[in-house]
Structures are given as C-alpha cells and as structure tokens.
C-alpha cells in the first residue's frame, strides 16, 4: 500500500504518481493530513487498486487539509471492502475522481462503494460505479454524478430563494424613508444615507428595479427579513449585481460553519456592473444570515440566493409546484373562442381567459368541455369567461353549480363570470360581474 501522511506543521503537494498497483492490502493507498499539515494537489494517473483489499482501497482525510487530490483513469476494483471502496471524511477533504472504474463484484449491497461524510463537500466523480451504490451529501457535491439501477445522485436547484429580488411594491414615508417588501435596512452610523429608485433605463434585467444607495459614511445592512432553510442543506451561494466607482463599497457576509461571520471580496470600483457574492458551508445553528454590507455609494440589482453547492441565478426566479410568491405582474394567456352552436362548449387549453366571440342570436351553455372526448380541464383550474354581448345563458345544473342553484343571464354587455374546475367536466362558480 501507499500512505502520503503529513505531520508536523508539514505538507505533501504537488506530487504526480504513474501507474500504480495495489494488491492485497489492508488499505489500498492512504491520504491523511494530521492538524495543522496538508496533503494537497496531488495525482495520481492511471494504475489500479484490485486483489484482496480488506478495509478500503482509497481513504483521503483529514483533520488538516487533504483537498485538491486528484485520481485519474485508475481502475478500483477489489471484489469487496469492509468499510468502503473509497472514503473520504473531513470538511478540509476532497478528492477529484475523473475516468474512474469503481467495482464490487461480492460487495456487500448494504456497503457503499464511495462514502463522503464529515462535512466534506466539493468532490468530483466522473467514471463507471458498478454494484452498490454512492453515499454523500449530494448537495454539497453536485459534481459527484452517480445514475444506475442501484441509486443516483441529486443536483441542488437553482431557483432564487430571495423574495422580491426584483426590488417591487417600493414604498416612501413622509420622511423619505423607503420600504422594500421582504427586505430590511439597518443603519450603522450612517450619516444623511439615501436610497432611490434608478430610471428603468438603467435595469439591468426587464422588470427588475435598480437601487440607487448613497451615504457619507457608516455604512448600511441591506438583508432579507424571512429566509426559508430546508434542513438538508448545509451549504449555500449567494450574491447581488452591484456598479460602484469606490472598491469595497459593497461586500457579502454570512456565518460560515465553524459560526463566525465571513466576507466576500468587495467590488472592486470599477465603475461597472459586478456581481458580489459568496459561497460555502454555513452554520447549521441559525442558518446563514446573508447580509449585504454597503460602505460607499453604489446601485444595486436582482440579489439572487441557492442551496447547495450551485450558482446563484439572478434576473429568474420560477414558481415550483410547491409555491411562490409572484412580485410582479401576473399574465395568463387570453383567447376568444366562437359560442357553442349547441349547449356544449369546447375551451382550448391555451389559457385561463376566455372570451366569447360573436353569435347569431341567443346562446346556452349546459356543459364546459364535458362532452365524450373532451379534453378535461383538471380539478382547480380557474377560468373567466368574458361576455361581451347580452343573451348569453349559463345553466345550473350537475355541470355547471352557479351561486344560489340559479342560471346566469347578464343582461348587461361586458359581464363575466369565474369557474373553478372540480375535474370531470364539472366547475362550480367562483364569481360573476353581471
């Protein structure tokens, strides 16, 4: 076997080893930086790990740096280990794995073939695992990508976790004070500090608001009031578009995992727009409290915030299925449609507003794409029907229940009427302008 163990204030880095071959060990090689030592940026091309291999084939751990080692083209392929093909343990570790061939003909199925623990969080995989399975973080390891029939990893998604980071419903008080909604602004021995609104000329992003922040000294916190952290992550990227003639006129913050308060490179005052962020590992105890800390004048555009170990996405921030909350204008698609020549109408799905096109002479509608065929609109669509023209008559009944068990005649042009879909061809009525 082979051990690079560092000790003593020491280091091992930079090495490059060819063609190594491992048989019958107990550990196949071994990575290992003792407090205050490293093993860094090392590599290992090509060789292979095989044979009775007892406890593991690969182990890269700390508790000093061991990070940056990288395994390349190397097959690892012992029937079984004890514990683990490779481990990796520590949050100062991680090991870049490209063209790898990971085996386990009688492993145990219930023993992973890799295993990232400890906090340890940036490592790759590129290669072939077959048998068993992978065992990390996925979150902190996004780059570890592991797809078969014996499990797979995950990627972290990049939906903008900031609340109204397109900076709308901007309000003043009578002192000039101004409001952002989901956003809070502390001052720290600012002097005469103050923020307006940039033309929309100068956006950045269509439909995202440009804050103009001036001050003469002190500086302000600019930090989000509600930020919603699933239990699963313990790492996060985030940042906000800044233009600054004055380096560090803006910085990052947040509390990193050991709990103290880190900082983002500032801007660097060129005068240009730059985007000023930071990412890592943050304290599990309270989260990560990300805050912008503004010293000099500087406009700000689209802060934009994500779980894991991805990049933040400034300028989107899409709806999930599990919610959201919409900032800015909200547009469904709108059709006119011709009246049913018979009491069923036909809606295309193309939309939640519909108006009805011009008729002949008085029209009914009994059923809303109810009839043999029709292509159901599901259980909690919403839909308004614009009426344009008088004698127009919705009937109550088992399609269509309408307030007060009644039909709907407006007698007035331009009436409307909104439907709920109980799925099936069946709606209940929501509201009526008549």
């Keep these: 076997?082979?051990?690079?163990?560092?000790?003593?204030?020491?280091?091992?880095?930079?090495?490059?080893?060819?063609?190594?071959?491992?048989?019958?060990?107990?550990?196949?090689?071994?990575?290992?930086?003792?407090?205050?030592?490293?093993?860094?940026?090392?590599?290992?091309?090509?060789?292979?790990?095989?044979?009775g291999i007892v406890q593991s084939a690969l182990v890269a751990e700390g508790p000093g740096p061991c990070n940056d080692n990288k395994i390349e083209n190397m097959a690892i392929e012992p029937p079984s280990t004890?514990?683990?093909?490779?481990?990796?343990?520590?949050?100062?570790?991680?090991l870049k794995m490209i063209g790898v061939r990971l085996e386990g003909t009688k492993q145990d199925p219930m023993t992973p073939m890799i295993h990232i623990s400890d906090g340890s969080y940036d490592n790759v995989l590129q290669g072939l695992v077959g048998h068993t399975f992978v065992k990390a973080d996925f979150n902190l390891n996004p780059d570890v990508t592991f797809l078969?029939?014996?499990?797979?990893?995950?990627?972290?998604h990049s939906k903008n976790e900031f609340h109204n980071s397109a900076f709308h419903g901007i309000s003043f008080a009578n002192d000039g004070t101004m409001s952002v909604p989901k956003w809070t602004w502390t001052l720290s021995k600012a002097e005469s500090p103050q923020i307006l609104l940039s033309p929309s000329s100068q956006e950045i992003f269509p439909n995202h608001r440009v804050l103009n922040v001036t001050l003469s000294s002190g500086y302000i916190k600019l930090y989000p009031s509600s930020?919603?952290?699933?239990s699963i992550h313990q790492a996060c990227s985030f940042g906000i578009y800044a233009r600054a003639s004055s380096p560090r006129a803006i910085v990052a913050t947040m509390h990193s995992a050991g709990g103290g308060m880190v900082s983002?490179?500032?801007?660097t005052g060129s005068g240009n727009w730059e985007f000023v962020g930071q990412s890592g590992p943050f304290r599990l105890d309270g989260g990560p409290f990300p805050v912008f800390r503004i010293y000099a004048n500087v406009q700000l555009a689209a802060p934009a915030f994500s779980f894991g170990?991805?990049?933040?996405?400034?300028?989107?921030?899409?709806?999930?299925?599990?919610?959201?909350?919409?900032?800015?204008?909200?547009?469904?698609g709108m059709n006119t449609v011709p009246p049913p020549e018979n009491y069923f109408w036909e809606l295309p799905?193309?939309?939640?507003?519909?108006?009805?096109?011009e008729a002949d002479e008085g029209v009914t509608v009994q059923r809303i794409n109810g009839a043999s065929g029709s292509r159901r609109f599901p259980e909690g669509a919403v839909i308004t029907v614009l009426l344009p023209e008088v004698g127009v008559t919705f009937l109550h009944g088992s399609y269509l229940k309408l307030k007060g068990n009644s039909n709907f005649s407006p007698t007035l042009p331009n009436s409307s009427i909104t439907l709920v879909?109980?799925?099936?061809?069946?709606?209940?009525?929501?509201n009526r302008n008549d």
């Design 309 to 332: 170990r991805t990049p933040p996405a400034p300028g989107f921030e899409p709806l999930s299925a599990a919610g959201g909350a919409v900032t800015g204008t909200l547009v469904t």
């Design 1 to 51: 076997s082979l051990i690079l163990r560092a000790r003593n204030n020491g280091g091992i880095a930079y090495g490059s080893f060819y063609d190594l071959r491992v048989r019958h060990a107990k550990v196949g090689i071994h990575l290992v930086a003792e407090e205050g030592s490293f093993v860094n940026t090392n590599t290992f091309h090509a060789g292979a790990i095989s044979g």
């Design 227 to 230: 930020l919603d952290i699933p």
């Design 82 to 94: 004890q514990d683990g093909h490779v481990l990796v343990r520590g949050y100062k570790t991680n």
């Design 421 to 430: 879909s109980l799925g099936k061809g069946t709606w209940r009525e929501v």
């Design 349 to 357: 799905h193309e939309g939640n507003v519909f108006q009805m096109g």
């Design 148 to 156: 078969t029939y014996k499990g797979t990893n995950v990627r972290p």
């Design 264 to 267: 983002s490179s500032g801007h």
